[in-house]
């Protein structure tokens, strides 16, 4: 994770961004801390990156790389205004007991990338159609070993697959199928005839951009009726409040890059 000390919407590079309205750093601040003491609790060990000065949006950590069995596949951002961020997440790969692999395409790390370790033996869900390009899915099925399931994503308001996508547990997602091509919807229901459906008001509350660990579903508190829909599927749901976080056009998800060492 990576705090939000230098957060603001200086820039729009998704609907949600609105330059006009000035941002509460101190609540981002707050927020971002409980967040982070959320998954304290939890039991989860948190590194934490520094923040650097001129880079705003590096508080979405999750956007800077994507790792699978100790192999980190780097990313590469679609927009200038956050190109520096993604030295900052190979350093703290480097520094580590990773083989990271800087990419040739553009892609946005696990903004686009999900992994389902125990579906068809490791299973990447990888989005396409704003951010990452469709030739950074092959790319990291070829870096990281697994096979890579493309996505296209349709409504610019879900334009990460971590706003419209979530891994449940290691087998189990969830989804919004309007954020989805017709074709895409099909494999996901092909793939996964028993994820839990979520609607267009829960993908706008950002209920979808969650962080499972598999029993505990860490989720905006604003999305409550997908709080309702993860208890009924059999998860303990962990409301967290990210108001601020939400107005750069992200939420839990987003905030964390996970490790899988
Ligand atoms: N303002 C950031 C952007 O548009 C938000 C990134 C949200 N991150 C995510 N994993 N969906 O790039």
């Not at 981002?28 to 801390?33: D, G, S």
């Not at 790792?67 to 580590?96: C, I, K, L, W």
């Not at 989804?175 to 919807?185: D, G, K, L, Q, T």
Request: charged residues 25%; glycine residues 8%.
């Amino acid at each position: 994770m990576c705090p939000p000390e230098y957060f603001t919407i200086d820039y729009a590079i998704n609907p949600w961004m609105d330059t006009t309205v000035a941002v509460d750093a101190d609540l981002a601040l707050k927020q971002w801390q409980l967040l982070r003491d959320t998954l304290t609790d939890l039991g989860h060990a948190v590194h934490v990156l520094d923040a650097l000065s001129g880079l705003p949006d590096m508080v979405y950590a999750a956007n800077g790389a994507f790792s699978v069995d100790g192999t980190v596949y780097g990313a590469r951002f679609r927009y200038p205004q956050r190109d520096a961020e993604a030295a900052a997440h190979e350093r703290f790969y480097v520094e580590g007991p990773w083989a990271f692999v800087r990419p040739v395409h553009v892609n946005e790390g696990e903004g686009d990338f999900a992994y389902l370790p125990d579906a068809y033996g490791g299973l990447i869900l990888a989005g396409h159609g704003f951010r990452t390009d469709l030739a950074a899915h092959a790319e990291a099925q070829e870096v990281l070993g697994r096979p890579v399931i493309s996505l296209k994503l349709i409504d610019p308001a879900f334009y990460h697959l971590d706003t419209a996508l979530a891994a449940l547990d290691d087998r189990r997602v969830t989804y919004f199928p309007e954020a989805f091509s017709p074709a895409s919807r099909r494999v996901l229901r092909q793939l996964f005839p028993d994820a839990v459906i979520a609607d267009r008001a829960d993908a706008e509350a950002f209920g979808l951009n969650l962080l499972s660990d598999g029993r505990h579903v860490v989720l905006n508190n604003e999305a409550a009726g997908m709080a309702e829909k993860v208890r009924a599927a059999g998860y303990v749901p962990v409301p967290v409040e990210l108001s601020e976080l939400k107005r750069g056009g992200g939420s839990v998800k987003c905030a964390v890059a996970e490790l899988r060492p």
